[in-house]
């Protein structure tokens, strides 16, 4: 079932590969420029109306029906030839309605044990419910968000931060599913501020636990690092109670950046507490290195750090000494009259057993390396404990022999040394542009919290980037010079923006780093005719590649500082050539 989105794909993503050549020799011998920028221009057409379905709350069966329509309007003209084809969009439209719910359950039905309940699509993401022996399952955008058991994870996710402060009035909890500790927190008496981004997982979270009726409790839909960002209180414990960090998304609540706005709105003994996955039995080198980054990044910004072991090892962080005696902890807990089904004097000797802390202790370092929103290595140590059945560095050298094998297939391909120039130029600055748009994805939520609808405005306001440089290029002067000039200006002033910048501002960054690709292309197809696929495939390499690199490897491992400066580097290398071979 994992392999399905592929093969889903894959027919659609051909097809539409083959279309830009079918247009191309239809259109004649403008057909390759006029093609490249039709479906520019489409692009950001479809995303800009996407953008508005999205932001009305449009299912995917109302996506799937539109796009249909619009693509059986050209078939129509074809009266007799795509008679077929328009038969299948028909189906397609017929059998749409309730298509959501279709297509989850066949992604899901080969989860063991499981059964599909029901799916819902936000503007946030896709939610998926699921059944296991009367345990229900939330999953945010394939992630686990909540369960209904076991209660012993919600249980003692609370119970810990709220035993180490002396007196907690007030708790923040991000993230985890309502169930998962605001019942706990209020038997303490504290105020609960529960924060959560989707109201539709709130929506779906009441419909199976029920509500929470309760003066004292709040619970916010939005993003929780924005929310933390303008909090209208502080707090005594605040529990992030968040999946490990396996994407980029989910780093942005393990970096330095993040815990330092934490502690911003903290009272003064305040205690904080985030969670990873371990275990007291056998740590993985990989699980070792992720596990270590983020405790070396909670101790930069908290003078003590106390690691709770299991298979789900607490951090509880303070600046103030911290409690590692079960007794005196079950001391408090009673003192307080505070009762738990898990949580008891026996469960908090294993928990706090100490040769366990002792071999999980010796098996954390402090390393020089920190997770921060420029550098988001946590999600790169989390893949790698992942793919620890594979070697990582096996991984990365297969991305870089896909890199080294295009272009060697460039050089094939092509003929005569302007036309493999264009062809790499091209290729580059495909690289090159989804390294932007990552970046440009890393910042806006580092900057802003969430950043799933916003992706389709980077992405459509790209496209038409690209769209207008392709009209623009072949007007203007020595193009392959300027745009790799100026492309090399941009990465250099691109990190810049971090600090000054709005929302909309992307918008405009993005438009810029299209024009970029659009112009080069233009550039090349006027220096050398018949070869618009070659310059096409050119690019679309160049974007995959720059995109899996970016992603897995450059972005988390040497930051977006260094990976603007080396991307601006190696442009203006090839401007130098640009200008030495007189290229345009």
């Known amino acids: 079932y994992k392999r399905q989105p592929f093969f889903i794909l894959f027919p659609l993503l051909t097809s539409l590969g083959a279309q830009f050549v079918f247009g191309y020799r239809e259109l004649g011998k403008k057909g390759a420029l006029e093609a490249y920028m039709y479906e520019a221009f489409g692009g950001a057409v479809s995303g800009i109306f996407l953008f508005i379905l999205f932001s ?49 359950a066949l992604e899901w039905s080969g989860w063991k044990g499981y059964s599909f309940v029901e799916c819902s699509q936000s503007k946030y993401g896709n939610i998926v419910v699921m059944r296991s022996e009367g345990q229900i399952s939330v999953y945010d955008n394939g992630i686990l968000f909540m369960s209904t058991k076991p209660a012993e994870f919600k249980e003692d996710v609370v119970h810990i931060p709220m035993l180490e402060h002396s007196s907690p009035e007030y708790v923040l909890i991000v993230g985890g599913g309502i169930e998962s500790g605001i019942r706990e927190a209020l038997k303490y008496g504290s105020y609960v501020d529960y924060v959560t981004l989707d109201p539709k997982l709130i929506e779906i979270s009441e419909k199976y636990l029920g509500k929470i009726k309760s003066e004292k409790v709040r619970i916010i839909a ?6 933390i960002k303008n909090a209208d209180r502080r707090y005594d414990v605040v529990i992030i109670n968040m999946p490990d960090p396996s994407n980029a998304q989910i780093n942005r609540y393990y970096t330095v950046e993040f815990y330092r706005e934490v502690k911003a709105i903290m009272r003064e003994k305040g205690v904080i507490l985030t969670k ?41 962080a303070s600046d103030r000494e911290l409690v ?101 130029s091209i290729f580059w600055i495909g690289f090159s542009e989804m390294a932007v748009q990552f970046i440009l994805v890393i910042l806006f939520q580092s900057l802003y919290g969430y950043v799933y609808l916003w992706i389709v405005a980077i992405s459509s306001f790209t496209m038409l980037g690209i769209g207008v440089g392709a009209y623009s290029g072949k007007r203007i002067k020595k193009p392959i010079h300027t745009s790799l000039c100026l492309f090399s200006i941009y990465m250099f002033l691109l990190p810049i923006a971090i600090d000054f910048s709005f929302p909309y501002l992307f918008i405009f960054l993005s438009f810029f780093s299209g024009l970029f690709p659009g112009i080069v292309f233009s550039a090349s197809i006027k220096i050398e005719k018949d070869v618009g696929a070659l310059y096409y495939i050119s690019d679309l390499i160049g974007g995959s590649l720059g995109s899996l690199l970016v992603a897995i490897t450059l972005i988390p491992k040497f930051g977006i500082e260094s990976c603007s400066i080396g991307f601006a580097g190696i442009s203006l290398f090839l401007f130098a050539i640009a200008r030495f071979v007189k290229c345009d």
């Open 276 to 316: 990873l996955s371990s275990s007291t039995v056998y740590m993985s080198e990989e699980m070792k290195e992720r596990n270590s980054l983020i405790y070396s990044t909670l101790k930069r910004v908290f003078r003590n750090v106390l690691v709770v072991p299991g298979d789900t090892m607490y951090m509880v």
């Open 324 to 424: 590692t005696s079960p007794e005196e902890l079950y001391r408090r807990m009673v003192e307080r009259n505070v009762s738990s089904y898990f949580v008891n004097l026996p469960y908090l000797r294993i928990k706090f057993y100490r040769p366990y802390m002792e071999y999980t202790m010796k098996n954390l370092f402090e390393t020089r390396e920190i997770n921060s929103d420029l550098k988001p290595s946590g999600y790169y140590y989390t893949l790698k404990l992942w793919l620890r059945g594979f070697s990582s560095k096996f991984v990365n050298y297969t991305l870089y022999f896909l890199f080294s094998l295009s272009i060697i297939l460039i050089f094939i391909s092509a003929r005569g040394f302007k036309e493999i120039f264009s062809s790499i």
């Open 222 to 227: 939005m993003d929780g690092r924005a929310w």
């Open 56 to 104: 009305t709350g449009a299912s995917n069966s109302l996506i799937v029906i539109v796009a249909s329509i619009i693509t059986l309007i050209p078939l129509l003209a074809e009266k007799k030839r795509y008679i077929f084809f328009a038969c299948i969009f028909i189906s397609l439209l017929f059998f749409s309605g309730d298509i959501e719910n279709r297509t989850k």
